[in-house]
C-alpha cells in the first residue's frame, strides 16, 4: 500500500488525515499541485498524498504547538507579533499563488502556530476537491465546492464578498481573508460577525469591521482597510505587496512598544534586606573612576578602525536616498527600468519595489515612517505630492516647488522656491500644512539659490545649503 510505504520509508513521526471524499475532473491533478509546495517553510510540509480504495489521505509533517484559532481565545496578539504572524502567512501564499494554487478557506483554523514562533498554512489545495453534497455555508468549516460560478466556498467570517456571491475566487480572495485574520489578531475581534452565517455574509458584503484600537499604528489599520476592499481591484495587487506593506511598517509598533517595555525594565523591585550600604557603593563607584582614569593615562593611542562601506544598490542608475527613522527601509530615486520613479528597498531582506509612477525624485520619509513626500515633473512645472507607503495613493499639495522636509511633529512641511528674476535666481523659504493647506512664506533671499532644506529637532530653525557650494555656508531661517 502506498501509505504503508510512505511511513517506512519516512522512519519518523508524521500527520496521518483521512477524508472520505472522491476527487474528479481536473481536481485529479491536485496532490501533483501541491506536491510541489511541501519545502515551503510555511507551509505544511507534505511527504505523501494519494487515494486508497476510494479514500484520501495525506501524510505530512507532526507539529508541535497550536492553531492560531486556539491561540485567539486568549485575545489580541501584540501587535509585533501579529504583523510576523501575517507577514509569513503572506509569504506562504505568495509561494502558493507563485504555482497557480488559491487557498479559498485561509481561517485561523487552518493556521498554525508552532512552538518557536512558525506559521504553517493547512490544508492546502482541498478547496479545489469536490464533495457529492452541495454546498453548505457554516460558521465553522465549509466544504469547498469545485469552481463552478454559483457555488459558495468558504467559511463564513473569512469568505471574500466574490466567494459569498458565489463567484470565481482568484488569490485577492486569499488576501481579503488576510486581512480579515491580522484584522482579529490585532482586536481580538472577529471582523465579520453575526448570529447566523447568512447575516455574517451580509456584513461581508455590506458593513466595515469597527476601527482598531487607538494605540495601534494607524499604517496597519491603512493596511487591513486596503486588504478587505469589497472589489477586488481595490485591494493590494498581490500578496507580496501586503508581505512588503507590512515589513514597511513593523518598525513602527516597535517604536511605540519599547516605552512601554523600557518603563517596565526600570521599575524593578530590589529586596530591602538586599540593599547594599551607600558607603560600600560610594567606595566603589570612586575606586572604579580613579581605575579608569590610570588606564586612560597609561594607554596608547589606538588607530580608528576604517569606515566600512556597504553598497545597497548596484544598478548604476540610484540617487537621493533616504533612510525611514527606524532604519529598515530606504527610499531612493531610480530610473534602471527606462522610468524616473520612486523605490523602496527593505534593507533586511533586500526586497525592492517602485511605489510612485513617475518621473519623480527626492523621496523624504515622514518623522513615523508611514509617508513620504516626493517631487514630480511633468514637463516645466515640479510639483510636491505626499503619499502613504501602505496605500500608494499619491496627493498633490504644492506646485513650483524645488526641494521640501517634514517638520519634526510631521505636521507641516518647509518647501523651495526658485525665482527667475531677469539675469538672477532667489529662493523663496516657505511652510504648510502636511495636508497642503495654509502655504506661506517664510523668507526670500535676492540672487542666491538654496537647496536640501532640513528643520532643526526643535523645530525652531530650518537650514539650507546655497548654491554653489564652493566656499558658501549653510543658510539658517527661523
Not at 37 to 42: F, S
Not at 373 to 391: E, Y
Not at 426 to 451: C, K, L, Y
Amino acid at each position: 500500500m502506498a501509505l504503508t510505504k510512505s511511513l517506512r520509508r519516512l522512519a519518523r513521526e508524521v500527520w496521518v488525515k483521512f477524508t472520505a471524499i472522491k476527487i474528479c475532473g481536473s481536481d485529479a491533478k491536485l496532490p501533483l499541485r501541491c506536491s510541489r509546495l511541501r519545502y515551503h517553510p510555511n507551509i505544511l510540509a507534505v511527504y505523501d498524498l494519494g487515494t486508497h480504495d476510494g479514500t484520501f489521505y495525506v501524510v505530512s509533517e507532526l507539529l508541535e504547538g497550536e492553531t492560531l484559532r486556539k491561540r485567539l481565545v486568549e485575545g489580541p496578539i501584540p501587535a509585533r507579533k501579529a504583523i510576523d504572524c501575517a507577514v509569513q502567512i503572506a509569504r506562504g501564499l505568495a509561494a502558493a499563488h507563485g504555482k497557480g494554487i488559491v487557498h479559498r478557506d485561509i481561517k485561523p483554523e487552518n493556521l498554525f502556530v508552532t512552538t518557536d514562533g512558525q506559521i504553517k498554512i493547512l490544508d492546502f489545495g482541498l478547496a479545489k476537491i469536490t464533495t457529492a453534497k452541495p454546498a453548505e455555508v457554516t460558521g465553522a468549516a465549509t466544504e469547498a465546492m469545485g469552481t463552478e460560478p454559483g457555488m459558495v466556498m468558504g467559511t463564513a467570517g473569512y469568505m471574500s464578498p466574490e466567494q459569498v456571491r458565489g463567484q470565481v475566487a482568484d488569490s485577492r480572495s486569499d488576501i481579503f481573508s488576510l486581512g480579515v485574520i491580522l484584522y482579529e489578531m490585532l482586536s481580538g475581534k472577529r471582523a465579520f460577525h453575526g448570529e447566523s452565517s447568512v447575516e455574517t455574509m451580509n456584513a461581508i458584503l455590506k458593513e466595515d469591521p469597527p476601527e482598531l484600537p487607538a494605540k495601534l499604528p494607524p499604517a496597519l489599520d491603512r493596511i487591513i482597510r486596503r486588504a478587505i476592499e469589497k472589489k477586488p481591484e481595490e485591494r493590494f495587487e498581490s500578496v507580496r505587496d501586503v508581505a512588503f506593506a507590512l515589513e514597511t511598517i513593523s518598525g513602527i509598533s516597535e517604536q511605540q512598544q519599547a516605552p512601554r517595555d523600557a518603563g517596565r525594565a526600570g521599575a524593578s523591585y530590589v529586596p530591602k534586606g538586599m540593599r547594599l550600604p551607600l558607603w560600600f557603593l560610594t567606595g566603589v563607584a570612586v575606586g572604579v573612576l580613579l581605575a579608569a582614569g590610570v588606564h586612560l593615562f597609561l594607554r596608547h593611542p589606538e588607530v580608528p578602525e576604517p569606515p566600512t562601506i556597504r553598497y545597497l544598490t548596484y544598478s548604476g542608475h540610484d540617487s537621493s536616498p533616504d533612510i525611514s527613522p527606524d532604519g529598515r527601509t530606504l527610499a531612493f530615486t531610480s530610473d534602471r527600468d527606462g522610468r524616473q520613479r520612486i523605490w523602496l528597498k527593505q534593507l533586511a531582506s533586500a526586497s525592492e519595489a517602485p511605489v510612485t509612477e513617475g518621473p519623480d525624485d527626492l523621496a523624504r520619509f515622514s518623522p513615523d515612517g508611514a509617508m513620504i513626500l516626493f517631487l514630480r515633473h511633468d514637463g516645466a512645472v515640479t510639483s510636491l505630492f505626499r503619499s502613504s507607503l501602505v496605500a500608494p495613493e499619491p496627493r498633490k499639495l504644492l506646485e513650483d516647488v524645488s526641494y521640501a522636509d517634514w517638520s519634526p511633529d510631521g505636521r507641516q512641511i518647509v518647501f523651495l522656491r526658485q525665482l527667475n528674476e531677469g539675469s538672477r535666481v532667489s529662493s523663496v523659504v516657505g511652510i504648510v500644512e502636511a495636508d497642503g493647506e495654509n502655504p506661506r512664506q517664510i523668507a526670500r533671499t535676492t540672487g542666491e539659490t538654496f537647496t536640501c532644506p532640513r528643520w532643526s529637532p526643535d523645530g525652531g530653525t530650518i537650514a539650507a545649503t546655497p548654491i554653489p557650494l564652493a566656499g558658501a555656508r549653510c543658510n539658517t531661517f527661523s
